[in-house]
Nanobody, 124 residues
Framework: QVQLVESGGGLVRSGGSLRVSCTAS????????MGWFRQAPGTEREFVAA????????YYADSVKGRFTISRDNAKNTVYLQMNSLEPEDTAVYYC?????????????????WGQGTQVTVSS
């Protein structure tokens, strides 16, 4: 079993940057595909970014491509999401998730474990 804990959320002005982190328990972190999702009030949880177990492949939603960067440090059991040029539309609770297979990384139902989420608020 994997436990995930997000951190690093907060309030930032439009155009600013923020980095959120997700630290996993257990010795099997390096074998998991990792994803970031977000959910704004009244909306469905949506895919943001994903990274393969080795970190060699990354994937992004069109809405964040070129602004967000996902990375991971397997030695620290941590995955990061660097968010630049933030917009008010990026305001949401950001969740990290772990997937043993990585075949449907855009689909939230494919993920096996979830963190509790961290709030990111972008003011205009």
């Amino acid at each position: 079993q994997v436990q995930l804990v997000e951190s690093g959320g907060g309030l930032v002005r439009s155009g600013g940057s923020l980095r959120v982190s997700c630290t996993a328990s257990g010795r099997t972190f390096r074998s998991y595909f990792m994803g970031w999702f977000r959910q704004a009030p009244g909306t469905e949880r949506e895919f943001v970014a994903a990274i393969s177990s080795s970190g060699g492949n990354t994937y992004y939603a069109d809405s964040v491509k070129g602004r967000f960067t996902i990375s991971r440090d397997n030695a620290k059991n941590t995955v990061y999401l660097q968010m630049n040029s933030l917009e008010p539309e990026d305001t949401a609770v950001y969740y990290c998730a772990a997937d043993r297979h990585g075949t449907g990384y855009r689909k939230k139902d494919e993920y096996d474990y979830w963190g509790q989420g961290t709030q990111v608020t972008v003011s205009s």
